[in-house]
């Protein structure tokens, strides 16, 4: 059965491949699963229709005929179980690629995710000078350790698997806070992630909804 996902109908990046369907498309590229885009509004993602699925009313979420899902590491884990590709055989390579999917969004995200907020809402507040480089220097510590731990390999345990995905999806979503640069085998990973066709196919699929909404 051909899955759906949601994603922004505004592409309120542009088309960059900010929002976190890009991490699911991707995915979906790499095991080479078909899928379907429903375009959600702003309101419609609070309402009810949506909700059913994505309790926060956000993206992105995943049908696959009774199947409803939501969030974007739950989604990416499921895919990858039922594809080929993203998760190795062996289980205990299996269990660390799963370890490093949730170090990806339960340690190295927040940090970086809070530098985003406070530059969305609180820029324009007498505190954010200050408070900025407290983020910055938090979002660098972890950035510290996962630099030193992937040190000259080409990926986080072996061969590619979910949890380079999953954190070069994290890591993507940095390239405009300039936080990379200090880091050259940061940025060739997230490099290598970039150059992987799958990605490109994915980034492909969600600019094109920024394209068209250029035309409509
Ligand atoms: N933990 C959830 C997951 O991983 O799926 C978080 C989902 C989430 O944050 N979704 C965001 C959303 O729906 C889109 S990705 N926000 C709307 C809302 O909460 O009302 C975050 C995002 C949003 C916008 C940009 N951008 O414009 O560049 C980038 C990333």
Redesign the pocket.
């Known amino acids: 059965m051909t899955p759906t996902i949601t994603a ?1 109908q505004e592409s ?2 542009q088309g ?1 491949g ?3 369907d890009m991490r699911v498309r991707w995915a979906l590229e790499e095991v080479h699963q078909p899928y379907g885009v429903r375009l959600v509004s ?1 309101r419609e ?2 309402e009810p229709e949506h909700l059913r699925i994505q309790p ?5 979420s995943y049908e696959e005929g009774e199947l409803q899902l ?4 739950a989604i990416v884990l499921h895919i990858a179980e039922r594809g080929t590709g993203l998760l190795p055989d062996d289980l205990d390579a299996r269990a660390r690629a799963i370890t490093w999917m949730f170090a990806a ?1 339960n340690t190295v995200e927040p940090p970086l995710v809070e530098i985003e907020a406070a530059m969305l809402v609180e820029g324009d507040k007498p505190w954010y000078a200050q408070r900025l480089p407290l983020l910055q220097e938090r979002a660098r510590t972890r950035l510290d350790s996962l630099s030193r731990r992937l040190g000259d390999a080409q990926w986080l345990d072996g061969s590619f698997s979910a949890g380079d995905l999953m954190m070069i999806g994290v890591l993507f ?1 940095t390239k405009d806070l300039g936080l990379l640069e200090k880091y050259p085998n940061l940025h060739a990973y997230v490099g290598r992630g970039e150059s992987r066709p799958a990605f490109r196919r994915a980034f492909a699929a969600q600019h094109a909804v920024f394209e068209a909404s250029q035309h409509a």
């Open positions: 922004f309120p990046d960059q900010q929002a976190r702003f993602m609070k926060f009313g956000q993206i992105p939501f969030e974007s590491g969004l979503r």
